[in-house]
């Protein structure tokens, strides 16, 4: 391998190590630089007395990295060896450890000053996640106390610059590899939709293939629209040119390394994938890259304390770094499906993980490591302040540190688990107050933090969705359903019985066999701290324990199918949950997740006679939130003011509102006894433009009234400005507008004709009442098994609402033994159901 680019700078890398106690390496991928690097040192002897240390990321590369090396050096011993949550590979004779970040982390609890270390190389730097920031503050420390202690950062070519000048001007060595030249085609959409996005994809990928000048990788933001994409290549590929391969995260671990099959002779190979493949995976033989531009980024809202997934456009970095996919080989091309003007128009770079996500975990390490000034800890890029004020409410609130921000005995606890704080504080509970239930709390929360088993395989949706509906538990919801799922994977003794039980139930071997391992280790550190295995305790006992936990994810119902939480108001229950079709007073919810609207995943219910087992204070919190509350005579006031200068603003002919450097006519909401409020009137084509600059915006307006304008129509009246921008890519003007929904009442007798009409579900449609207003057409239940189509003025409620009958009619129309409408009904439901993922 010493043909490698990196090679030919080993000399000045081990230079720059001696004089300096810092070094960043840039170079792109394909250097060798992560897997050449620890060689190097451990040739130049850093690795004789102490160890070398390697951070990674991720898991897959933790251990790939680490096989590579081990294979290179040619030794069977535990000389290289690897460690991650849960997995060991290491010893005392260990001299190179690949490890991921967070291990790294727990380490510098034990030692502070890293004194088993020689070196540590951040690896993939350029990531900027959460734990690596972190540790660059953390090292800095270490190397104050430790003069011969070296670091080397090792990052792609993205703003190294950050680094050298975060460790006081520290020398950058730049390792060019060999690139090979890149044609960019600009080619922006006629109108921004899934559907105009799939039709330009399928035409490049059908002229690309017939040149067979090599593979081609597309870039998309999500599973829902490469699933969309992938079913149009497959109809558009009447030749049988082309072997098509999706990839994202979902994906069972067979599936996503199918990438790298080798391409038929006479094929072309097309990936159709996520970020993952922007820097994660390297697949050989790509000339052709697709880039759709969107990349869907988490989101942590300080406020509410729920997560979401937004798609936004992605960073001009991010662009040059998909575009550089086709030119590792041979000359390529990459495709923009945006303009030149909009890539010169986006962020140099994306926003780092430590100004976008739950700084709860941070915190509660630092405090663990001794660090109470929480805003001067030396950051590469310094958090909000309401971020870590927010993280440290969090921790308050769930009893893990003091008002001195000293860790207290639930806290120490807590530490001892290498969790996000919420699920190991419902295993310190459990520890605590319910050690009959402890074992079953293990498994939930191993369900909770591993990556769901859950698969949906392409074509098979229904069947898929019908196995796992054998596990649901509908009294008591979705997590008795995961004990259901371990419990019978788990009777299984041998490897081969676990893997035909998987393959039988749709569920992820590799995932299973985690959840499991995960489950084991957690059990050792509840042992090994004193707190032997139970089990056996009630229902009631077992939710309590995941509620005390996750008490901002309590909620109480407040009017029809909406909940709210003691932080979060308007909150669904997902469709995906086994509870979906029923609706309790009370759930505990796994988590809180913005998608089209804010959902429950993983939902339970709670008995109202339970809350006090889970505080004193809950059940008078959650009724407080549903009780109208009268508006005090100041707000009253100032409510009067607001009124006069609406009406002032008519009167003078300024009535606009004006967001994002556009501004949009309005109309009056109310009138007589109501309060009268603006409404700005926005075209349906704008919300793609106002979602992009809502996203690229350093300050967001002020929430506001709009009704959505098409051809002369409102949809959404009323609505709020933020609500409404969440219906992008889920409206399909392409359907056209119906003057009533479907008629007729349908039973199952019917079923192939109440199938033909399901097409319509979202569609726009007239309504007599309101002559000027669109509504959606959606399918309910209107009872005996009866259906019928109806009209909801509200998408997301019309959405929702079908999700429900669509796996009612399933289940109806799989007890009359109609398995083929079924399984269409069921496929309807797995495409629905993706709008709201």
């Not at 770094?321 to 770079?349: H, I, M, N």
Request: charged content about 25%; hydrophobic content about 35%; some cysteine.
């Amino acid at each position: 391998m010493k043909h490698l680019p990196v090679y030919m700078h080993r000399q000045e890398i081990l230079d720059g190590l001696e004089k300096n106690q810092v070094i960043i390496v840039e170079s792109p991928t394909g250097s060798g630089k992560t897997t050449q690097i620890p060689l190097i040192l451990h040739e130049a002897g850093y690795a004789d007395a102490l160890q070398v240390g390697i951070t990674q990321p991720r898991r897959i590369a933790t251990l790939s990295v680490s096989e590579f090396i081990k294979k290179q050096i040619g030794r069977d011993d535990e000389f290289v060896g690897y460690k991650m949550r849960f997995e060991d590979t290491t010893s005392p004779g260990t001299r190179i450890k690949v490890m991921t970040d967070g291990i790294l982390l727990m380490e510098l609890k034990a030692d502070p000053l890293l004194r088993s270390y020689s070196v540590i190389l951040v690896d993939e730097a350029h990531e900027r996640s959460l734990n690596i920031d972190f540790i660059l503050g953390l090292l800095r420390h270490v190397m104050k106390e430790r003069p011969e202690f070296k670091v080397i950062i090792s990052s792609a070519t993205i703003n190294t610059k950050v680094f050298s000048d975060f460790f006081d001007k520290a020398p950058i060595i730049s390792i060019d590899a060999r690139v090979y030249p890149v044609q960019v085609v600009y080619k922006p959409l006629q109108r921004e939709s899934l559907e105009y996005q799939i039709e330009a994809i399928t035409q490049i990928v059908t002229g690309e293939a017939k040149k067979k000048s090599g593979d081609i990788l597309v870039f998309m933001s999500g599973e829902f629209d490469i699933t969309n994409c992938v079913n149009a290549l497959y109809m558009a590929d009447t030749e049988k040119r082309l072997e098509i391969y999706p990839l994202y995260g979902r994906l069972s671990k067979e599936e996503q390394e199918s990438v790298f099959n080798d391409t038929s002779p006479g094929k072309t190979k097309v990936v159709v994938a996520t970020n993952i493949a922007e820097t994660s995976v390297t697949i050989d033989g790509i000339t052709t890259v697709i880039d759709c531009g969107i990349a869907k980024i988490n989101f942590y809202n300080q406020k509410d304390f729920t997560s979401s997934l937004v798609p936004l456009p992605t960073s001009r970095s991010s662009c040059e770094q998909r575009k550089g996919r086709a030119g590792r080989t041979s000359p390529g091309v990459c495709y923009r499906l945006y303009s030149e003007d909009d890539y010169k128009s986006r962020l140099t770079y994306g926003t780092e993980e430590i100004l976008r996500t739950d700084l709860s975990e941070v915190v509660l390490r630092m405090s663990d490591l001794g660090i109470t000034d929480y805003e001067h800890f030396p950051f590469i890029t310094r958090p909000k302040h309401s971020a870590i004020t927010s993280a440290e409410e969090t921790l308050r609130f769930i009893g893990a540190i003091d008002g001195k921000r000293q860790l207290t005995t639930i806290g120490n606890l807590m530490c001892r688990f290498p969790l996000l704080p919420r699920h190991s504080r419902v295993i310190v509970e459990a520890m605590m107050n319910h050690p009959t239930v402890l074992e079953e709390v293990l498994i939930a929360v191993s369900f909770l933090s591993t990556k769901t088993p859950f698969l949906f395989p392409q074509g098979e949706e229904d069947l898929s969705r019908a196995a796992h509906r054998r596990f649901n538990n509908t009294e008591y919801g979705d997590f008795a359903s995961y004990l259901n799922i371990y419990y019978q994977y788990t009777k299984n003794t041998s490897k081969d019985a676990k893997q035909r039980f998987c393959k039988m139930n749709y569920l992820d071997f590799q995932g299973m066999q985690e959840i499991v391992h995960v489950n084991e280790q957690l059990g050792e550190i509840c042992g090994d701290v004193g707190f032997p295995l139970a089990s056996g305790g009630s229902v009631r006992e077992y939710l309590c324990c995941i509620a005390s936990g996750l008490m901002q994810y309590v909620c109480i119902k407040a009017r029809g199918n909406m909940y709210k939480s003691l932080t979060a108001d308007q909150v669904f229950l997902h469709p995906g949950s086994a509870y979906f079709k029923s609706l309790p007073q009370f759930i505990i919810a796994g988590e809180i997740v913005q998608t089209s609207r804010l959902y429950a995943r993983s939902v339970s219910p709670l008995d109202k006679a339970w809350l006090d087992d889970i505080s004193p204070e809950l059940y008078p919190k959650l009724t407080a939130l549903v009780q109208k509350e009268r508006p005090s005579g100041k707000l009253q006031k100032q409510e009067e003011i607001r009124q006069k200068a609406i009406k002032e603003r008519e009167e003078k002919g300024k009535a606009t509102i004006t967001v994002y450097k556009r501004t949009y006519p309005t109309l009056v909401l109310g009138g007589k006894k109501k309060k009268e409020r603006l409404v700005a009137l926005i075209p349906l084509e704008d919300l793609n433009y106002l979602n992009q600059m809502n996203e690229k915006a350093p300050k967001r307006p002020k929430n506001f009234l709009v009704a959505i304008l098409y051809r002369g129509f409102y949809i959404h009246y009323g609505d709020m400005f933020f609500s409404a921008l969440e219906l992008q890519g889920k409206v399909n003007p392409g359907k056209g507008i119906l003057d009533n929904p479907p008629s007729g009442i349908y039973t199952i007798e019917d079923a192939d004709t109440l199938i033909d009409n399901l097409h319509w579900l979202l569609a726009f449609t007239k309504n007599k009442k309101q002559r000027k207003h669109l509504y959606f057409v959606a399918l309910e239940e209107s009872g005996n098994g009866n259906y019928r189509f109806t009209a909801d003025d509200d998408c997301f409620d019309a959405l929702d609402t079908s999700l429900y009958t669509l796996l009612t009619l399933a289940d109806s129309l799989e007890a009359a033994q109609m398995k083929k409408q079924a399984k269409e009904v069921t496929n309807i439901y797995g495409n629905l159901l993706k709008l709201v993922e």
